[in-house]
C-alpha cells in the first residue's frame, strides 16, 4: 500500500510516514498545496491523508481540484476542526472520510486501510500505449507480444510514463513518483533509469515512445 500525507507540520509529518511504514506501509509526505497537488496528480497512491491547513491553500480547495482533474484516489482529511460545516464542506469537496485532531494513531491506520480496500473508481488496470501493453495490477509488460522483464524502479517510471501518456513531465513531477522525499534532485540516477527503460522497452522496437525534450523533461508516446 502507497500512501501520500500531504501536512505542512514537518513533526507530524515525520510521526505519519515513520508510524505508517513501521506498519509495513509505504508512506511519502508533501507539505504545501503545490507539492500536494504535483506528487497527488503524478504519483500513483492508494490513499491520500490531507490536513485542511496548508501552505498556499486550503486542503478543501487543494480535494476539489484533485476531483475536477480525474483524481480518483480515495481522500482522508486531517484537521484540527471538527464543526460539522467544515465535516460538510469536505465531503462536498471530494473527500472520502474525515478524521478531526487530536486522533488515535490506529484508527487513522485503519480508515486508510478501508479506504484502500475500496480503491479508486474508473482507474484501468490494463493500460495500451501503441504495442506496448502495461498491466498495473500485475506489473507484466509486454511490448509486440514480448513480455519484458522490468526492475521495480524501471516499473515505477513507466507507470508514472504511461498514465500521462503525451504529457510532457519535468524531472520533478517524475521523481515524486518514483523516488521518496529524501532523493537528491540534482542526481543523474533519473537519466541513468530513462536509459535503462528505454533499452528494454524502445531500442528494438518502433515507433520510439520515451522521448526527451531538452530543458523540459519528457513525452512518452509515438
Known amino acids: 500500500m502507497r500512501v501520500l500525507i500531504v501536512e505542512d507540520d514537518p513533526e507530524l509529518s515525520r510521526a505519519l510516514r515513520d508510524g505508517f511504514r513501521d506498519r509495513r506501509i509505504e508512506a511519502i509526505t508533501a507539505g504545501t498545496f503545490v507539492e500536494g497537488r504535483e506528487r497527488a496528480l503524478l504519483g500513483t497512491h492508494d490513499v491520500i491523508v490531507l490536513d ?16 475536477s482533474r480525474g483524481c480518483t484516489t480515495p481522500i482522508l482529511m486531517l484537521t484540527a476542526r471538527d464543526a460539522v460545516d467544515d465535516r460538510v464542506r ?47 495490477g500485475t506489473r507484466r509488460v509486454r511490448r509486440a507480444g514480448r513480455a519484458i522483464e522490468l526492475t521495480a524502479k524501471e516499473f515505477a ?32 540516477v533519473l537519466e541513468v533509469l530513462v536509459r535503462r ?26
Request: hydrophobic share 45%.
Open 52 to 67: 485542511v491547513m496548508l501552505p498556499g491553500g486550503s486542503g478543501f480547495d487543494l480535494c476539489a481540484e484533485l476531483r
Open 90 to 136: 469536505g465531503l462536498e469537496a471530494g473527500a472520502d472520510d474525515y478524521v478531526p485532531k487530536p486522533f488515535a494513531f490506529r484508527e487513522l491506520v485503519a480508515r486508510v486501510r478501508a479506504l484502500a480496500r475500496r480503491g479508486p473508481a474508473l482507474v484501468p488496470d490494463q493500460v495500451r500505449v501503441a504495442d506496448l501493453e502495461v498491466d498495473l
Open 157 to 188: 517510471l513507466l507507470e508514472v510514463f504511461v498514465r500521462h501518456a503525451d504529457q510532457v513531465l519535468d524531472r520533478a513531477a517524475i521523481t515524486a513518483h518514483v523516488w521518496d522525499e529524501n532523493h537528491d534532485p540534482f542526481t543523474n
Open 197 to 222: 527503460l528505454r533499452r528494454k522497452i524502445d531500442d528494438d522496437f518502433e515507433p520510439k515512445l520515451i522521448h526527451t525534450l531538452r530543458g523540459a523533461g519528457y513525452r512518452f508516446g509515438p
